[in-house]
């Protein structure tokens, strides 16, 4: 539970269910980042309503006895915000207002919330919008009457505000326009990457809030900006680094997470076009969180999806200074040993000793550890560089091949 509380804040509650592909541990485990995503967005939670369930209602996504259990919350309560785990159909979303008579949000409105809040950029907003209007289109019939009755807040920014009386084929147009918009800007920056020349190209990737941009600012001395929420970073941030005698281009890209959605997988095609075409991909990790294993396994289910699975990576273990385990008496060792309770030097004895030396420990905020990470990059770039550019190598006399 986050521990600092904001009167500004809208006082949201959570609901998420328990079922035979995730349990009551992983259902606690998104909840909580559920709630951190409410916190990204303004918001406050004071109550979460957990349900098991073999599968969705179709009509309420929980049953009816517990829809009437957080309906009695909310009105003693006078809760303005209810935030479903999973994606709920337009009918589920239409019913359950119906029901509560409260702004009804899921995860995905969520997240493409937060995402209208970070974009900077006029191309950043764009593929925010495109990803606002594919996920309003099939929802507009409840919409725009319920937008006419609460404005504003979470999950409401972008085009909702301004749109209220549009229709699904302006909103059709709009989409096709967007996607235009984006076509002509995705032939520019392919064009800016073309002529960014024989440099080789690394790009910082990784769940989000693992300290990308922090690590970026450390090695490229700029000023990216970092915050410890989620979704910091939306536009691709590319840096000139030199390490030793060897320059290269390396670039900051969005952070992944789990239950991404696909509207933003596909509006957000230019910017893992830096991932795509980088040689070198350093997957940045948050060793210090429990789940740091589920979360590199959702990078690279993202890394699959857009065929960059199999290029050269080096594991970058971070947040090494909040890494903390625990401790067991010595009668337990054996019976209760479990992942939660590995030292650092346990974890670098598991799978992580099978990445040929490719996984590197280090504190990006206290600056642990960087000298072995600058020359794991240098040595990593340099056999890249001489094996793709022989001919450059008198650029470089101290890289030998």
């Given at each position: 539970m986050l521990e600092k509380k904001n009167l500004d804040y809208e006082k949201v509650v959570l609901v998420g269910i328990i079922h035979q592909q995730q349990d009551e541990k992983k259902s606690k485990e998104y909840l909580d980042e559920l709630e951190f995503l409410t916190y990204t967005a303004g918001g406050e939670v004071v109550k979460r309503f957990v349900q098991k369930i073999d599968t969705p209602n179709p009509k309420t996504f929980i049953g009816t006895?517990?829809?009437e259990e957080v309906k009695l919350?909310?009105?003693e309560n006078k809760i303005g915000t209810i935030v479903f785990d999973d994606e709920?159909?337009?009918a589920q979303q239409n019913n359950i207002e119906k029901l509560l008579q409260i702004k009804v949000l899921d995860r995905t409105t969520l997240i493409l919330d937060i995402f209208a809040q970070r974009a900077q950029t006029s191309y950043a907003r764009t593929q925010v919008e495109l990803a606002q209007y594919q996920y309003l289109l099939p929802r507009l019939t409840g919409l725009w009457t319920h937008l006419e009755r609460q404005r504003g807040?979470?999950?409401?920014?972008g085009p909702g505000e301004t749109e209220i009386e549009t229709d699904r084929r302006i909103v059709r147009d709009r989409i096709a326009l967007l996607k235009k918009k984006l076509e002509s800007i995705d032939r520019q920056m392919a064009t800016q990457r073309s002529n960014r020349g024989a440099l080789v190209r690394v790009a910082l990737i990784g769940y989000t809030n693992v300290g990308k941009s922090t690590l970026m600012n450390v090695i490229s001395?700029?000023?990216?900006?970092?915050?410890?929420?989620?979704?910091?970073t939306l536009d691709t941030t590319v840096r000139k680094v030199v390490i030793e005698n060897l320059p290269f281009l390396l670039s900051d890209t969005v952070g992944f997470i789990r239950k991404l959605p696909t509207q933003l997988i596909e509006s957000f095609k230019s910017t893992l076009d830096e991932v795509?075409?980088?040689d070198l991909l350093l997957h940045v990790v948050d060793i210090s969180h429990p789940n740091f294993e589920e979360h590199i396994n959702s990078v690279n289910q993202i890394l699959s999806e857009i065929n960059s699975i199999d290029k050269p990576t080096i594991m970058i273990f971070n947040k090494i200074d909040a890494y903390k385990y625990e401790i067991l008496e010595e009668d337990d060792l054996i019976t209760q040993r479990s992942s939660k309770h590995f030292t650092l030097a346990d974890w670098k004895q598991t799978w992580m000793n099978r990445t040929n030396g490719d996984?590197?420990?280090?504190?990006a905020t206290n600056k642990e550890n960087l000298d072995e990470f600058r020359e794991k990059i240098y040595e990593k770039v340099k056999d890249i560089h001489v094996t793709r550019f022989p001919y450059n190598n008198f650029l470089y006399p101290e890289i030998d091949t």
């Open positions: 006895g517990k829809i919350f909310v009105e709920l159909t337009p807040g979470i999950g409401m920014r001395k700029s000023n990216v900006f970092a915050e410890n929420k989620l979704f910091a795509r075409e980088a996984a590197i420990f280090i504190s």
